[in-house]
């Protein structure tokens, strides 16, 4: 383990900086941050650093940034308690992920309020290094379709309201970054105006709106697709629905799951050709039962079965993931006709760009958080860093560090 304070020097492997690629580079850390990336050629200056030599084969990406996840390893945003968010930032450099946005589902006002006020004392008081860093709430519901409702309970659905939205944004000491909701149930999209006006994302999600409908919600200020084609309104030949605007139109960044179960690989292969890494954002929307073994689990009160890679509330409808990032990184490659560089935009660059955080985040490069993941030859984690400081490293592997 090394300190905020202590320098840190990455040696070899194929370094994916901002701007280029280094088959056989070094990256500087300094005080959390990235001070300097090159070929190995190139390298001086090594005096008082902690080196962490790759082995040939080894890949260097930023850290993924993941803005739709309820919970892993047993714990949920919505248990609002600061040891249920420690268990999720301690937990998920394991799969590569370096930041998150903690996502809330739909429930009672009461419970969703618990929530956002223990994720921003939890931002403000008790986020720790070498843990994966909250950059803030994701608000899923309960501003949705009842007809899309898919796993969010029912009965805790609410209309759009600006007046509650300013309240919960409020009690979250302004840290709801990107909110879902149905555009079609949203007055005048008014509350879409009001999050446009005020910079933050909102997103058509759980939702019935028509094609039409998504444009006049674009124009109005929506930029988001909350995981595309589930639970909402999908491609046909005379109403190309939110899916077809997913494809069409440009504003709009797009959320995938590629999990291959919520998505079948053959579709998003065909999403990718459509959107394209510049638009498409991989989540993993996970739930609690994410790295345990098989079994019923809690979701907003109510029981999910999880059984082989599946969360299920019933035979019909999906409930969440246990999808890791490090699984949707590789996966999309192995899907698609995407590469290595088009999985970094897709899992660090976009959602960076998305939350407004690129200046600090979503690349390598000089001056930004040293948000690092070391990838072994079959792209696996090996080792992962928050902020300079080793978050994870795989015990059954060796390196040589000095």
Avoid at 48 to 63: A, F, M, N, Q, T
Avoid at 112 to 129: C, V, W
Avoid at 143 to 150: H, Q, S, Y
Avoid at 369 to 388: F, M, P, S
Wanted: charged share 25%; with cysteine.
């Amino acid at each position: 383990m090394t300190s905020k304070t202590e320098k840190m020097l990455i040696l070899n492997g194929t370094i994916y900086a901002e701007d280029t690629v280094y088959e056989k580079g070094y990256i500087k850390i300094e005080n959390g941050m990235i001070t300097e990336i090159g070929d190995r050629s190139r390298l001086a200056g090594t005096d008082d650093y902690k080196v962490i030599s790759l082995p040939y084969g080894y890949s260097v990406v930023p850290g993924m940034i993941d803005i739709h996840i309820h919970g892993v390893n047993g714990s949920d945003t919505m248990d609002a308690t600061r040891e249920a968010l420690d268990t999720m930032t301690r937990t998920l450099p394991k799969e590569g992920t370096t930041s998150f946005l903690a996502t809330t589902m739909t429930e009672g006002s009461d419970a969703i309020e618990k929530a956002l006020k223990n994720t921003a004392d939890y931002m403000s008081n008790h986020q720790k290094d070498g843990q994966a860093e909250i950059l803030g709430l994701h608000l899923e519901g309960p501003f949705i379709n009842p007809d899309r409702a898919g796993a969010q309970p029912l009965n805790r659905i609410q209309k759009p309201s600006v007046d509650t939205f300013k309240r919960w944004q409020a009690l979250s000491q302004n840290h709801i970054k990107l909110v879902t909701l149905a555009p079609e149930l949203d007055e005048d999209y008014e509350l879409i105006r009001y999050l446009k006006e005020n910079g933050i994302v909102s997103s058509v999600g759980h939702s019935s709106a028509t094609f039409d409908e998504v444009g006049e919600a674009i124009d109005a200020g929506l930029s988001h697709v909350t995981h595309l084609f589930n639970q909402m309104s999908g491609l046909h030949h005379r109403e190309p629905g939110i899916a077809g605007a997913s494809f069409l139109r440009q504003e709009l960044m797009v959320e995938l799951i590629s999990d291959g179960i919520h998505v079948r690989p053959e579709v998003i292969q065909l999403a990718f050709n459509q959107i394209t890494d510049e638009r498409l954002i991989l989540i993993t929307d996970s739930m609690r039962a994410k790295c345990l073994k098989n079994g019923q689990y809690d979701l907003g009160g109510q029981m999910v079965t999880v059984k082989d890679g599946k969360a299920l509330l019933d035979e019909d409808t999906l409930a969440g993931s246990v999808l890791k990032m490090k699984d949707a990184f590789s996966n999309i490659q192995s899907f698609t006709t995407s590469d290595m560089r088009s999985a970094i935009k897709m899992t660090a660059e976009n959602p960076a760009k998305q939350l407004n955080v690129f200046g600090r985040k979503g690349s390598i490069a000089p001056m930004k958080d040293a948000d690092i993941v070391l990838l072994d030859e079959n792209k696996d984690v090996y080792t992962t860093i928050c902020k300079g400081k080793i978050a994870y490293i795989r015990e059954d592997d060796t390196h040589e560090t000095n």
